[in-house]
């Protein structure tokens, strides 16, 4: 529909054709329809972008921030420890092997950093900043 605008610099240039037609030159017949050809494709391109592009806000509000500290965890596991070895052969050839000398330790410890949670009236919950928190 808002091409149809394009109908008015059309009747200009008709007209102007019409009524002027040595004192025109091709360059201004291309500038009469090229200037709101350019005017409407921005504007086409604005309003379906504003109405297509859009944030949807389901009328949720933060009901309460929790704050967690910094916390070092332990976690098990187990790490075995080899140690390589060589030994001679009785035909002169040496070999390399690893053997198994025991376990290093059976646990872990994860870090976890302090977090920032906000949860909202809706059940949702999202890590905020800081300073977002303060």
């Known amino acids: 529909m808002i091409w149809l605008a394009l109908a008015i610099p059309l009747i200009a240039i008709i007209f102007v ?3 002027f037609p ?11 329809f090229g200037i709101p050809l350019g005017c409407i494709a921005i504007g086409k391109y604005a309003s379906v972008y504003s109405q297509t592009h859009d944030t949807e806000y389901w009328n949720s509000y933060g009901v ?3 704050y967690e500290e910094r916390w070092d965890e332990e976690v098990p596991c187990t790490h075995a420890e080899y140690e390589t070895r060589t030994r001679t052969r ?3 050839t040496t070999e390399t092997y690893e053997e198994f000398v025991g ?3 059976s646990y872990d410890v994860d ?8 949860y909202d009236n809706i059940q949702n919950s ?3 900043s800081q ?3 303060e």
């Open 131 to 133: 300073a977002y928190f």
């Open 17 to 19: 054709s019409i009524k």
């Open 90 to 92: 009785s035909d002169g």
């Open 103 to 105: 376990y290093e330790h």
């Open 111 to 118: 870090n976890h950093p302090a977090r920032w949670t906000l």
């Open 126 to 128: 999202f890590g905020v």
């Open 22 to 32: 040595q004192r025109i030159s091709v360059l201004e017949y291309i500038l009469l």
């Open 64 to 66: 309460r921030c929790v």
